[in-house]
């Protein structure tokens, strides 16, 4: 199973299309879930707490934990593939974390069990998490030697 957290509602009917899709087609290969949390507007320092503590309401220390952090490590799409087929060789619950506009509480990046960056760019969080999905997507064809465009 892949589970998504995210901070933030998507708002554009384009992005909750391409959302919309890609959760199609994973359902071929995956269990997905996507969980959207509140986005906060207080100060940085109550906004990152607030929702550091609404992810630790739906994080399972017992999954896989991956943050998206600009900081994490990069995979091009086929070693992507290679290492979530690794990870779900030894845990089959995987969950990514997707934060808000002012990143993530340093309590989640000490929990999670790795980060992966996409870029060293900043996305806005709601076109990431079609971005994310179609890696997804993309690595479960690579792994079962599917055609895909590049």
């Given amino acids: 199973m892949i589970k998504i957290i ?7 009917n384009y992005l909750k299309d391409a959302i919309l899709e890609y959760s199609k087609r994973l359902s071929k290969y995956t269990k997905l879930e996507i969980i959207e949390l509140p986005d906060s507007s207080f100060d940085i320092k109550k906004t990152l707490e ?4 609404n992810i630790l309401t739906k994080l399972n220390k017992n999954d896989y934990n991956i943050l998206l952090d600009i900081d994490g490590n990069t995979y091009n799409s086929i070693e992507f593939s290679e290492h979530l087929d690794k990870i779900r060789n030894i845990n089959s619950n995987i969950t990514f974390i997707i934060g808000g506009s002012n ?3 340093d309590d989640i990046r000490a929990l999670v069990n790795e980060r992966i960056s996409f870029s060293k760019l900043t996305f806005p969080h709601q076109l990431f ?12 064809k690579i792994l079962n030697h599917e055609e895909y465009h590049k």
């Fill in 50 to 53: 607030v929702e550091r503590d």
């Fill in 129 to 140: 998490r079609v971005m994310l999905l179609e890696q997804i997507y993309r690595s479960f």
């Fill in 6 to 12: 995210c901070i933030g509602k998507i708002k554009e």
């Fill in 103 to 105: 990143g993530v509480h």
